[in-house]
């Protein structure tokens, strides 16, 4: 999976395979926390991330 964004120790990473992965979505992972994040509704679908991080990402 590419890595997208590498900043504050959160990593942004993200697949595309048309078809595939319903819906559109992105990787979060900051230490041992992971999160899935719609790109569509910008809100995670699944995992979770510490708040001040989460709020980072959704900026």
Not at 37 to 55: F, S, T
Request: aromatic share 12%; glycine share 6%.
């Amino acid at each position: 999976m590419p890595t997208i964004s590498m900043c504050y120790g959160i990593i942004v990473r993200m697949y595309f395979a048309p078809g595939e992965h319903s819906p559109p979505h992105f990787h979060v992972y900051y230490n041992d926390y992971k999160a899935s994040v719609d790109i569509r509704m910008c809100e995670i679908i699944d995992g979770n991330l510490p708040r001040k991080q989460q709020k980072l990402v959704m900026a």
